[in-house]
């Protein structure tokens, strides 16, 4: 069979749901036996998303390879139950990049370079060669944006150019867009939508489909004036409106029959799909009712999709245990510059430290590891959390007057957690931390080795400069933070107090490979042990 090719715009504004849109249709033609790949690209000139501020493009997904990637990645990864690498996401920069290297060896010699056809080139053999390289039947490319922004717009002529190459046999375009309810009224209003896919014509693209998102289900008055304007037949624009869960968005477009158009027009052998487990999911997500309170500590915390993908473990594990995890968005700046007390660890009944670099806001999340150590509750710290656990813990348990991370305070006397051997050297901050996947050989008897089955040898993702110091590594297992996981090379990966209700601290992102039908253990084991604490 030919390689397909799904292609996802979105329209309005930004943020409209493409990148769920696009997982769930990856997810429904996997249910029907075939191969899914799923590609973002993304208009920034950034190389990658690694050097960017959470607050500005929310957070960063590592890939099993190592990739800094776009967050829908991760969503991709979830409802594909896959593992992509960082080719899956295209960015302006990479293609620019690329473009002007081989300028310079003299590739184009005596050629005016231009965006068409050399940049648009580009960006069609990017996506044509991993399709080829991935062998999956149907690749699914997501145009990150909105249509109408100056920085898409090779993007979208890469994309036209590929219709008439490839043919409507083989490409199918899906355009989202908002159709908002006026709060006066109570009218859906259909005339962004339509505007939208006028501009998408203008650009030289006729949506093949059109998924509208909207607070409420789509009206029959709304969808017929929808695909009068955009040449449709009323068949082929889907509601897409609110749900309970966005685990509950694929269930939704196969209901109204999006996969069977999409079948249909590249001519695709017609399947049923097998959904049950996924259903499965969604109902025990949505019947999880035993409520525990979980502090979410963190410097990021006024933009949520900073930590997109430990909410979404968070859940994954609700559903596997039937806690539903009641959030509480604390910000550590506001704990250290005295604008917040320390009461809320007493009205929750966990706590989970999250990452992110940097002094600001770190001694505000010191305050609160130590507040949940005394109280007995449970804590899981990822990443900086963890590192930030072992400070607290080497200042208050182990006497070490100022001891911190030289990330915090280069001239600590006690520097428990340390610079990477190698990182000394480093000048370029893009691509340079420790990246991906990397083998942890967990330690008998440890509730992590409890938590993961049994299991000796795990791989998990990791994003960092800074380990927990080899040198302290003694005195603070014998007072009882014991080291429950060990890279290869002798890092510190898992560190767990004895006696304590469940207080983990995680050098890896193990959120990023959680899964709906494969919590991560350690999700698992936060809400297990914050219920018996509630």
């Not at 993007?155 to 043919?167: H, K, N, S, V, Y």
């Not at 409106?241 to 939704?252: F, N």
């Not at 039937?322 to 910000?331: D, I, K, M, N, T």
């Not at 915090?408 to 990246?435: A, C, F, S, W, Y």
Request: some cysteine.
């Amino acid at each position: 069979m030919t390689g397909k090719y799904i292609f996802v715009t979105g329209g309005v504004l930004s943020s409209v749901g493409k990148g769920i849109v696009t997982s769930s249709i990856g997810l429904l033609f996997k249910s029907r036996g075939y191969s899914v790949g799923a590609v973002k690209i993304d208009p920034y000139i950034n190389v990658d998303a690694g050097t960017m501020n959470p607050f500005a493009h929310g957070e960063v997904f590592v890939t099993e390879d190592g990739g800094e990637t776009d967050l829908d990645i991760g969503h991709y990864e979830r409802f594909l139950n896959t593992n992509l690498s960082r080719k899956h996401n295209i960015t302006t920069g990479q293609i620019y990049l690329s473009v002007i290297e081989k300028e310079r060896r003299g590739d184009y010699l005596g050629q005016t370079v231009q965006v068409i056809p050399h940049i648009t080139d580009e960006i069609k053999g990017r996506i044509k060669s991993l399709l080829q390289d991935t062998g999956v039947d149907i690749l699914i490319v997501e145009i990150g944006g909105t249509v109408g922004d100056i920085e898409g717009l090779p993007f979208l002529e890469a994309i036209r150019q590929m219709r008439m190459e490839e043919g409507p046999a083989n490409t199918f375009f899906v355009h989202v867009a908002l159709a908002p309810i006026l709060s006066a009224t109570g009218e859906q209003k259909t005339k962004p939508v339509q505007h939208s896919v006028q501009e998408l014509r203008r650009i030289g693209i006729q949506p093949d489909a059109i998924v509208v998102r909207t607070s409420r289900p789509l009206e029959d008055e709304a969808r017929r004036k929808i695909a009068l304007y955009s040449s449709l037949p009323p068949s082929r624009v889907y509601s897409d409106h609110d749900v309970d869960t966005i685990y509950r968005v694929p269930l939704l477009l196969e209901e109204q029959g999006l996969p069977d158009e999409i079948t249909g027009q590249l001519g695709l052998e017609r399947r049923e799909p097998d959904l049950s487990s996924w259903e499965d999911f969604v109902n025990r997500l949505a019947r999880a009712s035993k409520p525990a309170r979980i502090a979410m500590v963190g410097k990021y915390t006024k933009l949520h999709d900073s930590y997109i993908s430990i909410v979404e473990a968070l859940r994954h594990a609700s559903a596997y245990t039937g806690v539903r995890p009641v959030l509480e968005w604390v910000e550590s700046t506001e704990i250290e510059e005295g604008r917040r007390d320390l009461s809320f660890t007493e009205k929750t009944d966990a706590a989970i430290i999250l990452p992110g670099f940097g002094k600001r806001g770190a001694e505000g999340k010191i305050a609160a590891i130590r507040a949940y150590r005394e109280q007995g509750k449970p804590l899981l710290g990822i990443c900086f959390g963890m590192q930030l656990a072992v400070v607290e813990y080497a200042r208050n348990v182990l006497g070490l007057e100022k001891a911190n991370s030289t990330e915090i305070d280069p001239n600590t006397p006690h520097p428990v957690v340390d610079l990477l051997p190698g990182q000394e050297k480093v000048d370029r901050l893009g691509g340079t931390m420790r990246l991906g996947a990397s083998p942890i050989r967990l330690v008998p008897g440890t509730r992590a080795y409890k938590l993961y089955g049994g299991r000796e040898l795990i791989f998990e993702r990791h994003r960092h400069r800074y380990e927990v110091n080899p040198k302290y590594v003694d005195k603070l297992e014998s007072s009882g933070l014991k080291v429950s996981g060990w890279s290869p090379e002798g890092l510190v990966e898992i560190v767990e107090l004895e006696g304590h209700s469940f207080f983990i601290g995680t050098q890896p992102h193990t959120e990023y490979k959680s899964r709906p039908l494969q919590p991560a253990p350690l999700f698992v084991g936060l809400l297990q042990a914050a219920l018996s604490k509630g």
